[in-house]
């Protein structure tokens, strides 16, 4: 079972940045998309941004130009950072991992991380 652990998230005032992190209890070298989710209170759950193994990366048209997505394969992490956030950036933000793990396919979730942002 692959294990993702989010970190990073808390409670910041409007125009202000946060980095995420995940970590990842296996390689992420191999033909694995990653991912960040979101989902806010009462609405579904949103891809915010994803990034491939080749290092391509794909963002919501809502964070795009304030956040930026990087993995570090060496270390099996993956993180976002999230600048001039706004309010309605106000989440539970969750990382997502798709592809080969070991030989095996699978999709797996982190937990969660809780990001606040107001005034």
């Known amino acids: 079972q692959v294990q993702l652990v989010e970190s990073g998230g808390g409670l910041v005032q409007p125009g202000e940045s946060l980095r995420l992190s995940c970590t990842v209890s296996e390689s992420i070298l191999s033909s694995n998309i990653m991912a960040w989710y979101r989902q806010a209170p009462g609405k579904q759950r949103e891809l915010v941004a994803l990034?491939?193994?080749?290092?391509?990366?794909n963002y919501a048209a809502s964070v795009e130009g304030r956040f930026t997505i990087s993995r570090d394969n060496a270390k099996n992490m993956v993180y976002l950072q999230m600048n001039s956030l706004k309010p309605e950036d106000t989440a539970v933000y969750y990382c997502?991992?798709?592809?080969?793990?070991?030989?095996?396919?699978?999709?797996?979730w982190g937990q969660g991380t809780q990001v606040t942002v107001t005034s």
């Open positions: 990034i491939t193994s080749g290092g391509l990366k």
């Open positions: 997502n991992g798709g592809g080969t793990w070991s030989g095996r396919p699978g999709t797996y």
